[in-house]
T-cell receptor, first 116, second 115 residues
Framework: ETGVTQTPRHLVMGMTNKKSLKCEQHLGHNAMYWYKQSAKKPLELMFVYNFKEQTENNSVPSRFSPECPNSSHLFLHLHTLQPEDSALYLC???????????????FGEGSRLTVL | AQSVSQHNHHVILSEAASLELGCNYSYGGTVNLFWYVQYPGQHLQLLLKYFSGDPLVKGIKGFEAEFIKSKFSFNLRKPSVQWSDTAEYFCAVNAQEGGADGLTFGKGTHLIIQP
């Protein structure tokens, strides 16, 4: 049990589907993150929310749309994805701050996405 | 922006061997440094971290790392590895001021310990 829960753990979708990944943290943190983990690549930071405000968007294609309704929940909405988007999507949380300082990140177990 | 380089992508050792995994970062300012481990089928978890103070930090499961500022390095060490240390190891950096939010990770080192 990591304190960060991701659902679903596995998702298979076609290129025309619309789906969402969900993340919930029970650690009282104020910052939440989406990372993409692909084989033979470093973890890629996608989005950062600090006190519910998006502070980072690392040139992520618009077919990925994040949503952070409160400090405990984070969503990643997916639509018209490509096969190269198949990867493990990791959610993480940390203590946030107004300066954007990042301490230790706590990760969920990830959602394995396969795009057909 | 900060970046991280891990020198070894695959390492195979026998039990009881000593381990050192290299990590170098690039950033001109003050940084926080981390090593994370991902055991097969499990989530990423923190091994150890350096924010300030003693550059030799000790983590869980007998791991330690030394921050050498002049070399921009934060190498991970363990004097005697066990079969259960088989995992993926990631070095990560965060800039204390002026950098991007979140952690920047290296590509990871896949460590296999042979019994």
């Amino acid at each position: 049990e990591t304190g960060v829960t991701q659902t679903p753990r596995h998702l298979v979708m076609g290129m025309t589907n619309k789906k969402s990944l969900k993340c919930e943290q029970h650690l009282g943190h104020n910052a939440m993150y989406w990372y993409k983990q692909s084989a033979k690549k470093p973890l890629e930071l996608m989005f950062v929310y600090n006190f519910k405000e998006q502070t980072e968007n690392n040139s992520v294609p618009s077919r990925f749309s994040p949503e952070c309704p409160n400090s405990s929940h984070l969503f990643l909405h997916l639509h018209t994805l490509q096969p190269e988007d198949s990867a493990l999507y990791l959610c993480a949380s940390s203590q946030g701050s107004v300066s954007g300082y990042t301490g230790e990140l706590f990760f969920g177990e990830g959602s394995r996405l396969t795009v057909l | 922006a900060q970046s991280v380089s891990q020198h070894n992508h695959h390492v195979i050792l026998s039990e009881a061997a000593s381990l050192e995994l290299g990590c170098n970062y690039s950033y001109g300012g003050t940084v926080n440094l981390f090593w994370y481990v991902q055991y097969p089928g499990q989530h990423l978890q923190l091994l150890l971290k350096y924010f300030s103070g003693d550059p030799l930090v000790k983590g869980i499961k007998g791991f330690e790392a030394e921050f050498i500022k002049s070399k921009f390095s934060f190498n991970l060490r363990k004097p005697s590895v066990q079969w259960s240390d088989t995992a993926e190891y990631f070095c990560a950096v965060n800039a204390q001021e002026g950098g991007a939010d979140g952690l920047t990770f290296g590509k990871g080192t896949h460590l296999i310990i042979q019994p």
